[in-house]
């Protein structure tokens, strides 16, 4: 799996916003993506250093469309923290 496979989308909320000032950001990852693949990844695609990556598995919230019910799918958060004096100028702008 290459880089930009393993991670799928930026995660851009309110409070991930206020995570970006300890110099953390948010990110939508594979599910079977490990934490080292993880770091390697954020370290070639945004071309910085990073120092912890924490991963989280967010399950699918139960829904009601009329009368069925069903689940979102669950999926992979992974909470990256780089090194002092790096940043990613996609969460900037």
């Known amino acids: 799996m290459n880089d930009y496979q393993i991670i799928?989308?930026?995660l851009?909320?309110?409070k991930n916003t206020s995570l970006m000032e300890l110099n953390k950001y948010c990110f939508e990852?594979?599910?079977n993506s490990s934490k080292p693949q993880i770091k390697r990844a954020i370290e070639?695609?945004?071309k910085v250093a990073?120092?912890?990556v924490h991963t989280m598995t967010v399950r699918g919230k139960l829904k009601?469309?009329?009368k069925?019910?069903?689940y979102t799918r669950s999926w992979k958060?992974?909470?990256?923290?780089l090194a002092e004096g790096n940043r990613i100028e996609l969460f900037d702008s």
């Open 8 to 10: 799928t989308r930026p």
């Open 12 to 14: 851009i909320t309110e």
């Open 29 to 31: 990852v594979v599910r």
């Open 44 to 46: 070639n695609i945004f």
């Open 50 to 52: 990073v120092v912890k």
């Open 64 to 66: 009601r469309r009329g």
């Open 68 to 70: 069925q019910f069903g």
């Open 77 to 81: 958060k992974a909470i990256v923290t």
